[in-house]
């Protein structure tokens, strides 16, 4: 069975892979940062679930409210990050459902348009009639928002004009869809649910396409660099694939395609 260090090895392009004492350390490394999200994840549910019963017995006039409101907010935020941990290391099993994707992603356009910063448009646009697609709402949810606040830290380093735009629709693979470049599952014959997030923002060199989706690698300074590793994450997660096109000074394209009709365990 292939690992998902070895995965990472394999995908990383141009970096010699490591050898099999660093490979059992990796996979070591791992599975302990996924049991203690893991760990954590249950404590904050609990705060979380005592944080909402306080929240509703106490009187709408009380000065407490405001206190319970950021715990309840920074629990929330802290139970994202782990799940984020758990999502990457492939640890974490995706709540499949029949979702209505245009409907998730209108749903987030506040967001996303407050993600993407003062002096940046974005410019979402959605094919329709988009068919349902099984997949976690929340995740996918996430997902989006990471790639939206990644393109938005790429704008932010150019001068106006800024743009970021995200594309959802509907792709098949046999339409002249290339099958090389992508990371994740092998691109599967048949119809795909499509998001792409492109921005005009500062691109990204050769010297660093090996290692876009290692954790806390990052090309800007100030960033986590756990963006596009836990995106990465998603998209396993739903048996999808990712793509990024992208050159110094022309920007950058992040294209999702997560499967359709793909029966999922």
């Not at 749903?107 to 940046?120: F, H, K, N, S």
């Amino acid at each position: 069975m292939t690992t998902a260090a070895e995965n990472a090895a394999r995908e990383a392009g141009g970096v010699e892979p490591p050898d099999g004492q660093q490979l059992a350390r990796m996979e070591s490394l791992t599975a302990m940062a996924a049991g203690v999200a893991h760990d954590f994840n249950n404590l904050l549910t609990t705060i979380l679930g005592n944080t909402e019963i306080l929240e509703q017995r106490l009187p709408p006039d009380s000065p407490l409210r405001e206190h319970a409101r950021r715990i309840h907010e920074s629990t929330q935020t802290a139970l994202d990050l782990t799940l984020d941990i758990l999502t990457y290391t492939g640890r974490f099993r995706p709540n499949l459902a029949e979702t209505d994707l245009a409907a998730l992603a209108g749903q987030l356009v506040p967001e996303l348009r407050r993600a993407a910063g003062d002096g940046a448009t974005l410019d979402l646009r959605i094919a329709a009639p988009l068919p349902t697609v099984n997949l976690d709402g929340a995740r996918v949810a996430r997902m989006i928002r990471l790639l939206v606040a990644n393109a938005a830290a790429a704008v932010a380093e150019r001068s106006p004009p800024r743009a970021i735009a995200v594309d959802i629709g509907v792709v098949d693979s046999a339409d002249g869809l290339s099958a090389t470049g992508w990371i994740g599952e092998p691109l599967q014959p048949g119809r795909h649910a499509s998001i792409a997030v492109a921005d005009n923002g500062c691109g990204i060199g050769p010297d660093a396409w090996p290692r876009v989706f290692d954790p806390f690698f990052a090309t800007r300074i100030r960033a986590r660099g756990m963006g596009l590793p836990v995106v990465l994450g998603i998209v396993r997660a739903h048996r999808g694939a990712i793509r990024v096109e992208s050159a110094p000074g022309r920007g950058t394209t992040v294209r999702v395609l997560l499967p359709i009709s793909a029966v999922h365990q």
